[in-house]
T-cell receptor
């Protein structure tokens, strides 16, 4: 039982490049989330998927897109990376609509030059 | 104004001492409250949920004050392994209930 897994763990991009961050959970959770964490700030929600087949914008969606591929997988895409997207990205999942514990993946450390 | 505010610290605590810190939240409709722990460069992990009547889990005690809109965490008999950043997390209160995370309070336990 791996919980929430994320790939890659580290990534360096040049401005304008694109990439997809992958996330998978094996806990049969309905809800999945993408957050970014910057120094001195709390985790900020980028996008979430309350259930398979649905996605919605969070607090900071600009510059990102997501795909809920199936119940297990939720990917985050940066179409044209910008230095402002340098951050640590965490994927999380929960069994409900966000009222209970969220389980986090180990994070992806992204640097955009 | 941030939805969840925390003193960033650091709180420097001698081993064996007690440390306590608060977190304030702005949404009076919030229904769920949590403390998460985050170690350096690691993912956040749930430490404990916070219930209306207050609750204790070993050396950790959490309290909720709805009238003043804050929650607190108290750590007794601090261990070196308690050194971490503690994140205050509050349910946003809207119909779906997205969580709002504070920026964290850093605790450093010293020998």
């Amino acid at each position: 039982n791996a919980g929430v897994t994320q790939t890659p763990k580290f990534q360096v991009l040049k401005t304008g490049q694109s990439m997809t961050l992958q996330c998978a959970q094996d806990m049969n959770h309905n809800s999945m989330y993408w957050y970014r964490q910057d120094p001195g700030m709390g985790l900020r929600l980028i996008y979430y998927s309350a259930s398979e087949g649905t996605t919605d914008k969070g607090e900071v969606p600009n510059g990102y897109n997501v795909s809920r591929l199936n119940k297990r997988e939720f990917s985050l895409r940066l179409e044209s990376a910008a230095p402002s997207q340098t951050s640590v990205y965490f994927c999380a999942s929960s069994d409900d609509g966000g009222y209970n514990e969220q389980f986090f993946g180990p994070g992806t450390r992204l640097t955009v030059l | 104004r941030k939805e969840v505010e925390q003193d960033p610290g650091p709180f420097n605590v001698p081993e064996g001492a007690t440390v306590a810190f608060n977190c304030t939240y702005s949404n009076s409709a919030s229904q769920s409250f949590f403390w998460y722990r985050q170690d350096c460069r690691k993912e956040p992990k749930l430490l404990m949920s916070v219930y209306s009547s207050g609750n204790e889990d070993g050396r950790f005690t959490a309290q909720l004050n709805r009238a003043s809109q804050y929650i607190s965490l108290l750590i007794r008999d601090s261990k070196l392994s308690d050194s971490a950043t503690y994140l205050c997390v509050v349910n946003g209160g809207n119909s779906w209930g997205k969580l709002q995370f504070g920026a964290g309070t850093q605790v450093v336990v010293t020998p």
